[in-house]
């Protein structure tokens, strides 16, 4: 039946289950998504560990792109978090520039350089993260960033959605590395 979601098609893409956008989130919440924006670093070391060139040639999932475009993926989806937060935290309603992932994880470097390298970016990138994430007071993650396509949101919502993102993907690499 056109339009209805093939089941075992969105869990492969969606292990854990889609993003659901809240409109806020309690201290609680935000702690969690902090600690487990702070846990992905290793997490995801975990996942890559004894993967080989083989590895991270293949799909991680049928019609997905490679274990490696994906770690690179990754690594650039949480460079511009980074930025992002760092924008909503010093400008006034920032509109955020979106990007084109497919089109990202398809130039040179997300074959040409070794997965290893975007951990190690990725790694920084969050103790960087997390550092700032740390440092902020209640009131800051109500500070709002405008993007083109899906609207205004908050900080909060911001480290809801890369709490997910991060945990979403290296979820992919456990998986596949299970069904090897």
Request: glycine fraction near 4%.
């Amino acid at each position: 039946m056109p339009g209805t979601p093939d089941v075992a098609t969105d869990a492969q893409r969606y292990p854990i289950g889609r993003f659901q956008r809240q409109a806020a989130f309690s201290a609680e919440q935000r702690s969690e998504h902090i600690a487990r924006i702070a846990a992905q670093p290793a997490n995801l070391s975990a996942a890559m560990s004894g993967l080989g060139a083989d590895d991270y040639a293949a799909p991680y999932r049928p019609g997905g792109w490679s274990v490696r475009q994906l770690v690179h993926h990754m690594a650039d989806s949480h460079a511009n978090a980074y930025i992002r937060l760092k924008l909503a935290l010093t400008e006034q309603d920032p509109t955020i520039k979106p990007y084109d992932q497919d089109a990202w994880v398809a130039l040179a470097d997300s074959e040409l350089v070794s997965p290893l390298v975007s951990l190690t970016m990725f790694t920084a990138i969050h103790e960087r993260l997390v550092a700032v994430l740390q440092s902020l007071e209640s009131a800051q993650f109500a500070r709002t960033l405008v993007h083109p396509e899906n609207g205004p949101m908050t900080i909060d919502q911001l480290v809801g959605l890369y709490a997910w993102h991060g945990d979403h993907h290296v979820r992919h690499i456990q998986l596949f590395r299970e069904s090897r």
